[in-house]
């Protein structure tokens, strides 16, 4: 079993998946730093790169 993930700018349903295995403890909707370890004709498969610790992106709004 693998999670499913996407590369950055990466569309659902279009562009490649990246398939992670379960094994690791990741969780659904947070974002991961992936090494790319193998491809096929269309997917990618990765593994964390530890510490495993998720990211998050924030968007700056300046007020004015």
Do not use: A
């Amino acid at each position: 079993e693998f999670f499913i993930g996407r590369t950055e700018y990466d569309s659902p349903e279009v562009d490649q998946e990246v398939l992670i295995p379960s094994e690791h403890n990741l969780k659904t909707g947070e974002f991961y730093n992936i090494l790319i370890t193998e491809s096929s004709d269309f997917d990618l498969y990765g593994k964390p790169i530890l510490p495993l610790t998720p990211f998050y992106v924030v968007n700056q709004i300046s007020e004015g």
